[in-house]
Structures are given as structure tokens and as C-alpha cells.
């Protein structure tokens, strides 16, 4: 998955904002401790990160 489509994926779930929020303010157990910004510089793949954020959320499995 490419970081522009998670970026989309987030901003359709969330809100342009909140998901904006999200992804450089919450801590993710499921990414070791790291925010999505954090996880993303560390080289975690996008599509890892879009499934640690649907598990912490409940996203529910039509929309992951």
C-alpha cells in the first residue's frame, strides 16, 4: 500500500483533520509504542500501520 493511499484510507475513516491528529498525536501499542508519523519515518509498511490502526479503532472489515 502506498503512504498516499493510507493517507487517504485514514482521511476517509477519521476526517482530514482528526485522521491529520491521529497519526502524529496517538500512541499505537500494535506499532511498538510509535505514533503512525513515528512508525512511517521508521520504515513500517503503510499497510501495516492501516491494519494496527483498524485493530486499535475497530474499524469494521468492509472499510479495512
Same mark, same amino acid.
Given at each position: 500500500?502506498?503512504?498516499? /493511499? %493510507?493517507?487517504? #484510507? ?8 482528526? +485522521?491529520?491528529?491521529?497519526? *502524529?498525536?496517538? /500512541? %499505537?501499542?500494535? #506499532? ?8 512511517? +519515518?521508521?520504515?513500517?509498511? *503503510? ?18
Amino acid at each position: 500500500m502506498r503512504v498516499t /493511499v %493510507f493517507r487517504r #484510507l485514514m482521511a476517509e475513516e477519521f476526517g482530514t483533520t482528526r +485522521a491529520e491528529m491521529l497519526a *502524529a498525536d496517538h /500512541v %499505537f501499542g500494535g #506499532l511498538g509504542g510509535r505514533t503512525v508519523e513515528q512508525a512511517l +519515518a521508521d520504515g513500517i509498511s *503503510a499497510k501495516e500501520i492501516w491494519r494496527a490502526v483498524c485493530a486499535e479503532f475497530e474499524v469494521p472489515a468492509e472499510r479495512r
